[in-house]
């Protein structure tokens, strides 16, 4: 089955504190596309990256990083330093060859000041 | 580059209206996917689009229907309303070719009362 696990529905941590929120998927696919979005109040979904199946590299840009590890089908995404404008509802999606797109169900993260 | 736009930002409507929401893509993209997205249900897919034809389609009731123009822009139309139907409704395009990057609109939020 193609499923996105976000296990953690809400998280709550003070600003400047480091925070990793976690993906798993699940797809029988061997080419697809991982892809993190922020939801910030407003509502629209903001793209932050994607990753194809291919590439296990590690991403960092800025205070964010992303650890792609097939052996565990994760795709676990860190804020270091978070700050008060981190909050938001960030969602983790597989894109697959069929042109469909599963998003898990969201975590919710509130940095306090 | 113009992002995706969606027309109107807000509804109210009451049960048992119809109503059509709009989304204009970014100029170039030619896939358009339709979603709602409810407290409860999170973010569900309902329909995709790409050169006029749905090549995509979530499992949502007939009373939920699309289209798309020859210029990519694309409606969405929601017949007798049901109380269930108030909801953020986003869509996304992107190229469509395999499952590239998905750009979301600020989306429409139609309350049914």
């Known amino acids: 089955a193609q499923k996105v696990t976000q296990a953690q529905t809400e998280i709550s941590v003070v600003e400047k504190e480091d925070v990793t929120l976690d993906c798993v998927y699940e797809t029988r696919d061997t080419t697809y596309y991982l892809f993190w979005y922020k939801q910030p109040p407003s509502g629209e979904l903001v793209f932050l990256i994607r990753?194809?199946?291919?590439?296990?590299q590690n991403e960092i840009s800025g205070r964010y990083s992303w650890n792609f590890q097939k052996s565990t089908s994760s795709f676990n995404f860190t804020i270091t330093a978070s700050q008060v404008v981190d909050s938001a509802v960030y969602f983790c999606?597989?894109?697959?060859?069929?042109?469909?797109?599963?998003f898990g169900t969201g975590t919710r993260l509130k940095v306090l000041a | 580059k113009a992002g995706v736009t969606q027309t109107p930002r807000y509804l109210i409507k009451t049960r048992g209206q119809q109503v059509t929401l709009s989304c204009s893509p970014i100029s170039g993209h030619r896939s358009v996917s339709w979603y709602q997205q409810t407290p409860g249900q999170g973010l569900q897919f309902l329909f995709e689009?790409?050169?006029?034809?749905?090549?995509n389609k979530g499992n949502f009731p007939g009373r939920f229907s699309g289209r798309q123009f020859s210029n990519s822009r694309s409606e969405m139309n929601v017949s007798t309303l049901e109380l269930g139907d108030s909801a953020l409704y986003l869509c996304?395009?992107?190229f469509g070719r395999g499952p590239d990057t998905q750009y979301f609109g600020p989306g429409t939020r139609l309350t049914v009362l």
């Open positions: 999606a597989q894109g697959l060859g069929t042109y469909k797109y599963i």
């Open positions: 996304a395009s992107s």
């Open positions: 689009y790409f050169s006029e034809t749905q090549r």
């Open positions: 990753r194809n199946s291919f590439d296990e």
